[in-house]
């Protein structure tokens, strides 16, 4: 028939009558469905490359991306199955483990220090007022003048020392002049004894902080509430700015109009101040009403946190206006299409022709901005946790967690460096992956 | 030209209005009052102290109060933090400190981010290049106060022999400005670092740099007179926003380098329910950062007369 077809003098009106007349002489089984071999041989020589299986071939290739995805996926492993595996939970003080680094002394060593301890000193700990006057001596041997501050705390350290013959102030003298090495991981002693009488105890990796809490479980429930942080905030910011984004594109005209004289108000408010205050206003309220009755709302509020949601509505009400001039902006361009004219010929009607024309063709753009919000909202997150207005106690995040280790940061440096580094590991990662997905959905803006 | 201008300055003002009025009502919405101290005061104490600064009336009626107040220039008296005192006092006392550090931060920002951007983008490929980028990677990755609280501990004593600056900052000596601009600035220059590589290569593959070339001109005088130029005009539009948020103050570099700043005193005076001090503040910042936006939109048109500012600026 095609053959026939081709026949036809180009241009002509003219009914082809042979090939009408052909019709007649069809075979009789060219209406049955067609049997599988022939079906075989219709189908091409190469599997068809779908959209998404053609982005991940890209991203495949990309081996920053592929690195960085191994590393998020390992710290999400880290924070969401960590907590079940450690035995401790991220608030439970464990006795006698307050300030204990992640390395120890095995009892024996730890006899041997105490026992040179007394021998070198004569007596085991330093008294408050001796405390002070060595360091006001080795202050004036450096040419500064002690501060009351200072001498207050040292007074209070020698305190809290008195009495516990293993914490002294010359134990790293005593540990290198013996040349005792220590092992990796924090136990209490009462813990080091237990091991001894053979049961096995999980150690304290990363050592505990000053109320004796475990600070890897600590570290995993900090990572967890920014990833978690991350991802809402992300899925807030696509529902609110895809929808505004594509109703204020479609729509055009004075809706349009109206709608981004808002967002450009929006746009132009200081974000920073906003969450700050955002941050630590909706969080009383938000208690306050948690506390207020029982009814299933409060009981929503109670199960997410008050702290939690706070965030979630400082990053909904402030953060989708990018994402909604982005869609709008593909919105106005793809509208012009034919197949959108088609559509609303064939009597689709608005909404139908946004959610199954409209956004699937701007998918690859959507995916990577919205990727993109998450390593920004958890750089947010942890800028609020940090000033003291994100998470309060006893939950943590990976923020506020660095500003605890403030207050100690020339004795326990690593209280900062643990959480500060999986922080900024965790961005990393996900920006570098974002940057790899942006290449591999959207393989025009590569250059 | 007068037509957008005149637009702007509108939209700049609507927006103050709307950062005026959710600050006052989010403020108001937090349970508790200012009076909240150690012991609390008796309730015929509460209402005269309310009484007296006006905390009694309705909501829409102080908001009114302040707005009029307002137009005088009159931001109130902080009623907890520095009992009495006029908060435009307060404010033009620590706008100073924030504001010098803030622009020495973003000076060194720009003074190397943009020369480290157009290398990156001239020796693009090669292993310079690839260093500047992970370099910025982890820089733009880093929150600033993690940079600020490793700056702090190397440098003031936790890394014996590192100890060259003052771990309480001390206004009028120059080692105490160091570390703060240091860490203020980092994230800046790395952005910008990166948003300059970007503009320079795609100016780089214009034509009309192929017609500088063909004509013979110097490598030095096609990078800086001709694709710089045009490079400049993405950068500027990060610039704005970002030049007026450093000059207020980095809230958390103020706060780890114990800097009596601005941005220090926005955060204490929210967590103390100082009413006038957290409105005076916010509504300066605000007023600051919009008006700089707003210098910026305009500067546009003299950076490149191409964009049509009447037509939405794009």
Not at chain 1, 379 to 385: C, G, I, R
Not at chain 2, 23 to 40: D, I, R, Y
């Amino acid at each position: 028939m095609a053959e026939k077809k081709m026949k036809r003098p180009i241009g002509s009106l003219r009914p082809d009558v042979d090939d009408i007349l052909s019709w007649n002489d069809l075979p009789e089984n060219a209406f049955e469905p067609a049997s599988t071999e022939e079906k075989e041989s219709f189908i091409q020589d190469r599997e068809s490359v779908s959209y998404w299986k053609d982005a991940w071939r890209r991203l495949k290739k990309n081996k920053v991306a592929m690195v960085a995805m191994v590393i998020v996926i390992l710290i999400g492993l880290f924070a969401f199955v960590g907590p079940f595996i450690v035995p401790y939970s991220y608030d439970q003080v464990i006795s006698g483990a307050n300030n204990i680094h992640p390395w120890h002394y095995s009892l024996e060593d730890q006899a041997k220090i105490s026992a040179y301890i007394e021998e070198h000193t004569g007596t085991a700990n330093l008294s408050p007022d001796e405390a002070v006057a060595q360091a006001e001596a080795e202050a004036a041997a450096r040419g500064e003048t002690l501060s009351a501050v200072d001498a207050a705390k040292i007074r209070a350290a020698a305190k809290a020392n008195q009495g516990k013959g293993e914490e002294n102030v010359t134990q790293d003298d005593a540990v290198k002049a013996l040349g005792i090495k220590a092992k990796p991981f924090g136990y209490t002693n009462a813990e080091l004894e237990r091991m001894a009488a053979g049961e096995s105890v999980f150690p304290h990796v990363f050592g505990c902080d000053t109320q004796g809490r475990d600070i890897m479980v600590r570290t995993m429930i900090g990572a967890r509430v920014s990833m978690i942080v991350g991802i809402c905030c992300a899925v807030i910011v696509l529902v609110i700015g895809a929808l505004y984004g594509s109703i204020s594109g479609y729509c055009g005209g004075k809706v349009d109009a109206v709608m981004q004289r808002i967002v450009e108000v929006i746009y132009t408010i200081p974000e920073v101040l906003v969450i700050l205050l955002m941050g630590s206003t909706l969080k009383p309220i938000l208690e306050e009403f948690q506390n207020s009755g029982d009814g299933p709302l409060q009981n929503l509020v109670t199960l997410l946190g008050a702290n939690l949601i706070s965030i979630f509505l400082t990053f909904g009400l402030l953060y989708w206006v990018t994402m909604s001039r982005l869609i709008r902006g593909q919105i106005l361009q793809l509208k012009q299409q034919e197949y959108v004219t088609a559509a609303r010929a064939l009597g689709a009607e608005g909404g139908r022709i946004i959610k199954r024309h409209l956004l699937p063709n701007c998918i690859g753009q959507i995916v990577t901005t919205t990727f993109l919000q998450i390593p920004s909202a958890i750089f947010t997150e942890s800028f609020l946790s940090f000033l003291g207005m994100g998470v309060s106690a006893p939950m943590t995040s990976l923020g506020s967690m660095c500003s605890d280790a403030l207050g100690g940061l020339n004795t326990y440096p690593y209280r900062l460096f643990i959480p500060a580094a999986i922080l900024s590991l965790m961005i990393l990662c996900l920006n570098l992956f974002g940057d790899g997905l942006r290449d591999a959905l959207d393989p025009r803006l590569k250059k | 030209m007068t037509k957008y201008v005149l637009k702007r300055v509108l939209m700049a003002v609507i927006t103050l209005f709307v950062v005026i009025c959710l600050t006052f009502f989010l403020m108001n919405a937090v349970p508790g009052t200012p009076w909240l101290s150690e012991k609390t005061p008796s309730e015929a104490t509460i209402a005269a102290l309310n009484e007296k600064y006006g905390l009694d009336k309705p909501l829409i009626v102080q908001l009114g109060k302040y707005l009029e107040n307002l137009a005088h220039l009159d931001f109130g008296n902080s009623i907890k933090m520095q009992k009495d005192r006029p908060v435009l006092e307060i404010i033009l006392t620590m706008f100073p400190i924030s504001a010098s550090i803030g622009a020495i931060a973003i000076l060194w920002a720009i003074l190397v981010g943009v020369p480290l951007g157009c290398l990156a983008a001239y020796r693009r490929g090669t292993w310079v290049d690839s260093l500047l980028r992970v370099i910025c990677t982890i820089g733009i990755s880093m929150p600033g106060f993690v940079i600020a609280t490793m700056l702090l501990h190397a440098f003031t004593g936790g890394i014996e022999g590192l100890k060259f600056f003052p771990t309480i900052f001390q206004q009028g000596t120059a080692k105490s400005y160091v570390l703060p601009c240091l860490a203020l600035g980092f994230y800046p220059m790395c952005y910008l670092s990166r948003q300059t590589r970007t503009a320079m290569l795609d100016a780089i593959n214009q034509e009309y740099i192929k017609t500088a070339r063909a004509k013979g001109l110097r490598n030095k005088t096609i990078i800086f007179k001709h694709a710089l130029r045009n490079a400049l005009i993405p950068v500027i539009t990060y610039l704005g926003p970002q030049i007026a948020f450093t000059l207020c103050g980095g809230f958390v570099v103020e706060t780890v380098f114990t800097i009596p700043g601005l941005g220090r005193y926005f955060v204490s005076s929210i967590s103390n329910r100082d009413y006038p001090l957290i409105m005076g503040t916010t509504i300066f910042l605000a007023a600051f950062i919009i008006v700089m936006n707003l210098i910026v939109d305009l500067l546009y048109k003299l950076v490149d007369p191409r964009i049509n500012l009447a037509k939405g600026g794009e």
